[in-house]
């Protein structure tokens, strides 16, 4: 993340205008309204929707609306609810919920938060500050992935409904 006074990392709109919309949602969840600000900025300059949540209570109560988020960046260490008491809860949901991959953030130096946080259900963990490239790389990959795991699923229930 970059703090301001510094220069920005942040990737130039595709072709100098707005970026191209990608009709996917990213939810960040960081009780450090700087660090939502960044993140945000970071992921709508290149086209993802996103909205943001205070801390992992109110990522639970926002994924159960339409439309869902396709994936959430998540802050560890929150009060109120951690990300890893939300992930946790959010693996638990139904299966439509329970398979929005996560990206776990944390500026702490404690290892056990990162293997606490995967062991919960995150897909991925990022140190903060974040890497601008690595966390694009990172979201644009799981949500790659979670597409694919997507139409694999109703390809395969389509095929077995037909099969009959």
Do not use: W
């Amino acid at each position: 993340m970059n703090l301001p006074g510094q220069p920005s990392k942040i990737p130039a709109p595709i072709g100098g205008g707005l970026p191209q919309a990608n009709a996917f949602r990213v939810l960040i969840v960081d009780d450090q309204p700087q660090n939502r600000l960044i993140l945000s900025q970071i992921l709508a300059r290149v086209g993802y929707e996103v909205e943001t949540a205070n801390n992992g209570a109110e990522a639970l109560n926002r994924v159960v609306c339409q439309p869902r988020p396709d994936l959430i960046v998540s802050d560890v260490e929150m009060p109120v609810m951690d990300g890893i008491e939300s992930v946790k809860s959010l693996r638990k949901m139904p299966e439509s919920i329970a398979r929005i991959p996560v990206v776990a953030a944390s500026g702490s130096l404690d290892p056990m938060l990162k293997r606490d946080m995967l062991l919960a259900g995150a897909d991925a963990f990022l140190a903060k500050p974040v890497h601008v490239p690595e966390l694009l790389e990172t979201v644009g990959r799981l949500i790659r992935e979670s597409v694919g795991r997507s139409s694999e699923a109703r390809i395969k229930s389509v095929n077995q409904a037909s099969c009959c």
